[in-house]
């Protein structure tokens, strides 16, 4: 019994470092900058990815490490950015809001009933990824251009919109990599409705 629950932390941990490890993999591909100073990148699939894949206590997990080595100086943002810098940047808001969403994300995905079909599982992806990657993540986004750059809500509000279209295509790739790994993976240990987090 002992030796299966070690089996199964190391699993647990080794999926952690390796979805902080998929982070900074899509910080290799470039950013688009915004004038208002919050860039487009492809880091947010990441955090689609870890709360559907992993669950919200591991998602958080895995996105609070990654934001530990951000903030310990090594350049892993998109861009090569790194140290505390980004932290006080007008996209403060949306890094802050990386951890949080990861967990909104495998919260939403725990919630929702699992048949065990991959098309299933596809369509609670999208739809935790929306409520975790899109609502929650660009609410703190917004919240960190209102105090950080001094935006009116109105304009917060617009600037962010830019994002939208771009995470909304996210959310269909996550959903389309959470159908492919249920179909190569069934015994994938998805969060979901009548399968707690192990």
Known sequence: MNQTLSRRSAQHLSQVALFA???????????IDLPFGVPITAQSLGIM??????????GLQALLLFIVAVAAGLPLLSGGRGGLAPFVSP??????????AAFVTGLVMQMLPRTGSALQLAVNAFIASMAGGILFLHAMGIGGLMVLAQMPLDKAFLADMAF????????????AIVHTIARALP?????GRGYPER
């Open 21 to 31: 490890a998929l982070m900074a993999v899509l910080g290799l591909i470039p950013k």
């Open 91 to 100: 996209a403060a808001g949306y890094l802050y809001g990386f951890a949080p």
């Open 187 to 191: 015994d994938w240990d998805f969060p």
């Open 49 to 58: 990815l870890a709360g559907c894949l992993l669950g919200p206590r591991r």
């Open 164 to 175: 939208v279209p771009g995470d909304v295509i996210k959310c269909l790739l996550c959903a």
